[in-house]
């Protein structure tokens, strides 16, 4: 980056606007979830726009950071890790609520955290020694993955209501989260031995 530049702060602002997602979500969930009662529709409609229009700032910040030449350390750092905070947010919201818990098991829950949290650090040491860890086309393929599948159980709760565990689409949404757990692994190590390489 030219010394003297002016960096635009926008595109970390809708990185940050992102994160935001995350509170009132849990707000809802925790205020409005009920284990005994299948919520009203609205809350699934809710939550599926709320979770919707923080994952599309995503590529809305990339699309800033590149037009107004903004592209930091900082913003390379934060985007990724804050996907991260709100899809795995919502996993875990995901698979608490007894409504969609059978859709996505505790253990696959367990496994993207680990693995999204020993990538967050070989990404930081990476940046540290200057090596390029930026997302890959499999890394990419995670989040979208990731986010389809929640996307799909929020919209077939929100249309199906508690039917929607004796159809067919349940079978489907469960395995597009086992899809999404398979990609998280293979991701992660094709993250490792990228690293591994380039620190020889």
Partial sequence: MDEGKTVSPWPNIVSMSRLGAVPILIVIFVCWNNNDVF???WFWWVILAIFSIGMATDALDGYLARKLDSVTVFGRMMDPLIDKVLIQSMLILLTVSSWTSSLVPFW????????????TGLRGYAEVQQIDFSASKLGKGKT?????AIIMILAGMAIHGSSMADMLYAEICYWSIMIATA?????????????RKAMN
């Fill in 39 to 41: 919520p009203e529709p």
């Fill in 108 to 119: 696959a829950v367990i496994l993207i955290i680990c693995r999204e949290t020993l990538i």
């Fill in 144 to 148: 979208l993955s990731q986010t389809i």
């Fill in 183 to 195: 990609l998280t692994v293979i991701s992660g190590l094709d993250y490792a031995i990228k690293l």
